[in-house]
């Protein structure tokens, strides 16, 4: 049994590898063709190295997917500076990932820069069409700050979780079989926080 799990566990690994190797392959192939149809091509490219990304940094090469990220984040950038309703959330979903990633590299401080940024990012998307995106940015509002609570740093986590919780009590109003569960979680959020400031662990 133990033999045919780590074989298991091998495979899976190599999978995790292969998937490496073919996502610079597409990486390569776009970076070309985007120099001829860069509309097309760079969205294409901008998600293959937020894939590369994310399967960089299973294999626990943090550097190597910071550098991806770092490129798809460049990337996305400009995309959604000329085209903010299709690629914002996208800047700030990659965003998110580089400061997973800063985090394993111990880069706190510029971890929570790139949290920030997509903070402030779905809070722009979220005042510009709030059906849409309140739900978004209460999501994010409670990773980052969970990251934050990871870190050590419930005093920065405390404001974001409060804002969330509040979004996810506005939206469970209106709706409460869609937001029940996302309300239960950034509770749970709160709690956690005010326990690590002291406090008392609910609202």
């Known amino acids: 049994m133990a033999g045919t799990v780590a074989h298991g566990a091998g495979t899976a690994w190599g999978a995790v590898r292969r998937r490496g190797g073919a996502g610079r392959e597409a990486i390569a192939v776009y970076r070309r063709l985007a120099a001829t149809a860069?509309?097309?091509?760079?969205?294409?490219?901008?998600?293959c190295l937020v894939s590369?990304?994310?399967?960089?940094?299973?294999?626990?090469?943090?550097?190597?997917?910071?550098?991806?990220?770092?490129?798809?984040?460049s990337v996305?950038?400009?995309?959604?500076?000329?085209?903010?309703?299709?690629?914002?959330?996208?800047l700030a979903d990659t965003l998110i990932n580089l400061g997973v990633t800063l985090v394993a590299l111990g880069r706190a401080d510029e971890a929570l820069g790139a949290e920030r940024e997509a903070v402030a990012i779905y809070r722009r998307l979220a005042a510009a069409s709030p059906g849409l995106y309140r739900g978004d940015l209460a999501g994010v509002l409670v990773e980052v700050g969970t990251s934050l609570m990871g870190r050590g740093l419930p005093v920065e986590a405390l404001p974001l979780v409060v804002e969330a919780v509040t979004l996810r009590q506005e939206l469970a109003a209106a709706c409460p079989e869609?937001?029940?569960d996302g309300l239960a979680h950034a509770r749970a959020c709160l709690a956690a926080v005010l326990a690590a400031l002291g406090g008392p662990a609910h609202e």
């Open 178 to 180: 869609r937001h029940r």
């Open 76 to 90: 996305y950038r400009g995309l959604a500076a000329a085209s903010p309703e299709r690629f914002l959330a996208d």
């Open 38 to 47: 860069p509309d097309v091509c760079l969205p294409e490219l901008a998600g």
């Open 52 to 73: 590369l990304g994310v399967t960089l940094s299973e294999l626990g090469r943090h550097g190597e997917a910071s550098h991806a990220e770092r490129e798809a984040v």
